[in-house]
């Protein structure tokens, strides 16, 4: 259903477009403001605690700075195309933040997972905007993907070493089984209305239902090839 859609190149230029992609770009910036904030404040920034050592705690808090500093990237953006200062903080909003962030964390071996699972389905959602019609957000985009990548390669560094502890296997596991079964309704209902609509305007270029496919197949790679470890099934007809 993807359209060729003309770059939009600026503020100025999207002010003078239709509502309909004013609408759909608003969503986007919105969710990707809400999250990334929401993220760090439940998961990030308390992750420091449980970090074992002076060199994880200093990572952790690499990574808890930089998505609050996604936050304040994606924020900047959708102050100057009108969107209200307080809709994109999560505790001053109606919209809620994703379904992940209701889960708990208790481990550090839980956040290391998250890392290594989670970000990387931040990484599929962010690829698809890096051709966005809309080039403000594209930018965004790209700024934010190589901080994106060092997220998940933390995950995925800090789940090798404690998988090479005595019953670090079985802790890492665990953290999976509790973890991934919630990450694949980070991409939304499959057939969904809003991707089609990103899609016609050239805001997206992936299905949610393609980007979900994507996603499991990378997280099996993770977690089954390099940790020699087991990605639990889930049952992907409830998207």
Known sequence: MSTTVADVKTIEEFAAQPPEYQAAVKKLVLSHA???LYGAQVFDEPAVAYAPTPYWKWLTCRIAMEEYGHHVRFAELGKQIGIPEDDM????TEKKPL???EQTLDTFEEFAVLKMLGDLGEIIQVEDLLKCSFVPLRTAARATMPEEKFHVKFGDDACAEICATPGGKEKIQAAIDKIFPTLPAFFGRSNSRNNAIFREFGLKERTNEG???DYINRARVSVEEKLGLKLPAVDLSQY
Do not use: D, V
């Not at 903080?89 to 001053?92: A, D, E, F, R």
């Open 89 to 92: 903080i999560p505790q001053k």
């Open 34 to 36: 809400i999250n990334e």
């Open 211 to 213: 980007m979900r496919e």
């Open 99 to 101: 379904s992940i962030f």
